[in-house]
């Protein structure tokens, strides 16, 4: 059987390297099967005067088909001989699902380090070697004369072209005046930050505090991290580092077990990653770059990351919709890994509800905090990468069911949270009269929540006007606190309505002093005291009262703070609350986050040089400067999502979620 062969030309590397596929199994499992030897690429030599590499394709063999991903592990590497720099020709080979593209694009990015062409050979036998050109000089034609490229024809999503035609509007990477010296010192640290996997730069570490001697985790690359990372970079106008973030990552998709020798369900994505060299087995002198991926089983608690592959997805959409690359979105290895994604998430099991039930610890708050069960956070994050899947994927025979399924959750999803989760004065009131113990498909009190669950703050702290969505919802138990992230990506993918929207930055802007004070933005409010804080937490000595993520502030929250008050026409609060950041993040040295009520003292345990506090700050200032680029990452209003709500659909009369009310709401 033919194969195809993605190649990526990388320049600007060593005179001559591989890039190889590793694979180790399992020590718990007794057997792996692979029913085709591994396919590698040998780099013949360097010519330094023309800059070409020549390749041995008489030494590849067919790639594996792997039947299981999570029993094997798999190491993408480059290795490198000596230190020179130079030229080189990667082959990166994975099975035929997971890497080849369905057509040669070009996108509207501007790349100097990845290209890709396609070459269908006789299994690598008898091949004649290649003679490959920097990647602006490649004739496609010669190049391809041993074989010809398969067309794969799909039909293009009409939101994708919608969406492309909407971003070639929005001008990007454009500066009209000088940079302010703040803003100066954080592109260096960002631009500093940067981490480089042979040669080409693949995201940036948590935190890069020169004086750190202990850096733990934070000299990784976190998927949730680099999302601020990332939107400064395509705001600048500059989508390579991205482009590159997204498609290693996918590489590393679900393969390593956790704890235990449980392997993760397939699709899960990594918590993190991090670039590390390591000697070359049996060649003096050689060492070989590795991508060490971490998918919870070095985390404090061991929790697989629920959070990761929604971002993932998010940012994926993000960058489409900022450089107008919308090629990107429809390689097959990207369709695939959208799915299994989507796969893993909307997998029946035995929960009722909605909304996602995950763990504690499996997302921003990563510790201890009692938020298992259905955190807002993570439904509000599921939605919106449920509605960038939509937009994104390809529409043919294989995805029509997973679409189909993907509007039905959004419409019961939207209901459940807008309804259940919601609670203003008027909604506390009714909490406060509930009847208990309604055994009837009726009942008002569905979760059966106890009046007495109100908690004794949220009586005088909730404003006349406004309100917000509480923070979890479980039979007999409701989380009353405010959780900043989840209500303000509730507002960026309109997850709640118009009228909570408003009713979000309203509380906000009533209780200013409480969520915001001297450094945007709490993590959540009101902090777990006492013996509460015993109990939920373990006693949890990073999570005292007032911070970290007991009510910590944390500045990266801005950049989201920012997209919601642009998107609801309120911009004037997120200046307000730059301006109170840029008092501060420079001269204490961009710290993580801060501690006290009011977030006077900079984090006890607090990383200095944080990126994602110096990349959140910087993508509010070019949202701010360029109030039209928010378009471009918030989600409107969808009206025939509340047309089909899954609910309404049904024949049985047990089913009472009523489509008329839902749909009322936007009207306020």
Not at 405 to 417: D, E, G, K, P, V
Request: net charge neutral.
């Amino acid at each position: 059987m033919n194969s195809i062969i993605s190649m990526t030309i990388i320049t600007r590397m060593n005179p001559c390297c591989s890039s190889r596929i590793l694979i180790s199994s399992s020590k718990c499992y007794h057997s792996n099967k692979l029913t085709r030897p591994i396919r590698r690429l040998h780099c013949l030599g360097f010519n330094s005067n023309n800059n070409k590499c020549l390749i041995d394709t008489n030494k590849i063999t067919a790639p594996p088909i792997i039947s299981n991903w999570g029993k094997i592990k798999v190491l993408f590497s480059c290795n490198n001989i000596g230190r020179g720099r130079g030229n080189l020709v990667i082959l990166n080979v994975a099975s035929n699902v997971r890497q080849h593209s369905s057509s040669v694009e070009g996108g509207n990015v501007k790349e100097n380090s990845f290209g890709r062409l396609y070459i269908q050979g006789g299994g690598g036998i008898n091949v004649k070697p290649l003679l490959v050109e920097r990647i602006e000089d490649i004739d496609v034609g010669k190049v391809l004369e041993e074989g010809k490229v398969d067309e794969v024809r799909v039909e293009v999503n009409s939101e994708n072209v919608k969406g492309l035609n909407e971003g070639n509007e929005v001008k990007v990477g454009k500066t009209e005046r000088e940079l302010s010296d703040i803003e100066k010192e954080a592109w260096k640290f960002l631009n500093d930050s940067v981490v480089n996997y042979c040669g080409t730069p693949v995201g940036t570490v948590a935190a890069n505090d020169p004086a750190d001697k202990l850096p733990l985790n934070y000299d990784q690359v976190f998927i949730r991290d680099f999302v601020p990372s990332a939107l400064a970079f395509l705001l600048k106008g500059e989508g390579e580092i991205v482009r590159n973030f997204l498609l290693h990552t996918l590489q590393l998709q679900s393969w390593e077990k956790t704890v235990d020798c449980y392997s993760p369900g397939q699709g899960l994505m990594p918590a993190s990653f991090k670039v590390r060299t390591v000697p070359l087995d049996g060649s003096s002198g050689l060492f070989e770059e590795v991508l060490d991926p971490d998918f919870g089983e070095s985390a404090i608690g061991r929790v697989a990351p629920v959070d990761s592959g929604l971002w993932w997805i998010i940012l994926l959409r993000a960058y489409g919709k900022i450089t107008g690359d919308y090629a990107l979105q429809e390689r097959v290895d990207i369709q695939t890994g959208i799915k299994l994604i989507l796969n893993l998430c909307l997998t029946d099991g035995f929960d009722m509800f909605p909304s996602l039930l995950v763990t504690d610890g499996s997302c921003m708050i990563d510790r201890r905090m009692g938020i298992h069960g259905h955190p807002l956070e993570i439904q509000a994050l599921f939605y919106a990468a449920l509605r960038s899947s939509r937009e994104m994927l390809t529409i043919d025979d294989g995805s029509k069911n997973l679409v189909r399924a993907i509007n039905n959750r959004l419409s019961a999803l939207s209901f459940h949270i807008r309804e259940y989760y919601w609670v203003d004065m008027k909604k506390i009131n009714e909490i406060y009269r509930y009847k208990t113990e309604e055994y009837s498909t009726n009942a008002i009190n569905k979760f059966n929540i106890y009046p007495d669950q109100i908690p004794a703050w949220l009586v005088d702290w909730i404003p006349d006007k406004g309100g917000y969505l509480i923070g979890n919802l479980q039979p007999a138990h409701m989380d009353f606190r405010f959780f900043t992230l989840g209500n303000l990506w509730s507002i960026i993918s309109s997850l709640g309505t118009t009228r909570q929207n408003q009713g979000i930055l309203n509380l906000i802007e009533d209780k200013w002093d409480d969520l915001v004070g001297q450094m945007p933005l709490k993590i959540c409010y009101p902090a777990l005291e006492y013996e509460e804080w015993r109990i939920i937490t373990g006693s949890d000595p990073k999570n005292t009262p007032w911070s970290y993520h007991n009510g910590g502030s944390w500045p990266t929250l801005l950049w989201q703070f920012t997209l919601a008050c642009i998107k609801m026409g309120r911009p004037g609060l997120a200046e307000k609350a730059v301006a109170l950041a840029e008092k501060r993040l420079s001269m204490d040295k961009w710290p993580e986050y801060y501690d006290t009520r009011n977030g006077r003292f900079i984090g006890k345990q607090a990383r200095l040089h944080q990126t994602w506090t110096i990349a959140g700050y910087l993508t509010s200032k070019m949202l701010l400067e360029n109030p039209q680029l928010a378009s471009l990452l918030i989600w409107e209003e969808d009206l025939e999502l509340l047309e089909t709500c899954i609910c309404a659909l049904s024949k049985t009369p047990r089913a009472k979620c009523s489509r008329v009310a839902a749909r009322s709401q936007i009207l306020v």
